[in-house]
């Protein structure tokens, strides 16, 4: 079992930044995907990055492109999003999860199938 836990959301006004951090326990982290999925109000949950432990570079929706970094530090068991030039449109619940074992060895949006899940953590940007 995989417990997640983020934190850091907030209210910022657009062209600011948010740090969220994503405090995983539970299990051995030797192989996983880890990711962030977020929804606005009145949308479906989508994904906007994911990072595999073995894999390449991350991979991010094309929203979020250039502005968001999602990092881990395994020994702390911590993922992290850097939220960038936010905008209004980024308002949403931001989840953490994690798909471990991993399917594929690189982690792209499209595959990622998470099996555990965040309560998540709100982020509003105002005008």
């Known amino acids: 079992q995989v417990q997640l836990v983020e934190s850091g959301g907030g209210l910022v006004q657009a062209g600011g930044s948010l740090r969220l951090s994503c405090a995983a326990s539970?299990?051995?982290?030797?192989?996983?995907?880890i990711g962030w999925f977020r929804q606005s109000p009145g949308k479906e949950r989508e994904g906007i990055a994911c990072?595999?432990?073995?894999?390449?570079?991350?991979d991010y929706t094309d929203a979020v492109e250039g502005r968001f970094f999602i990092s881990y530090d395994n020994a702390k068991k911590q993922a992290y999003l850097q939220m960038n030039s936010l905008k209004p449109e980024d308002t949403a619940v931001y989840f953490c999860?994690?798909?471990?074992?991993?399917?594929?060895?690189?982690?792209?949006?499209?595959?990622?199938?998470?099996?555990?899940w965040g309560h998540g953590t709100q982020v509003t940007v105002s005008s």
């Open positions: 999860v994690v798909e471990k074992p991993p399917r594929f060895r690189t982690c792209t949006i499209p595959n990622l199938d998470p099996n555990y």
């Open positions: 990072m595999s432990r073995r894999g390449s570079a991350p």
């Open positions: 539970g299990s051995t982290w030797d192989d996983y995907a």
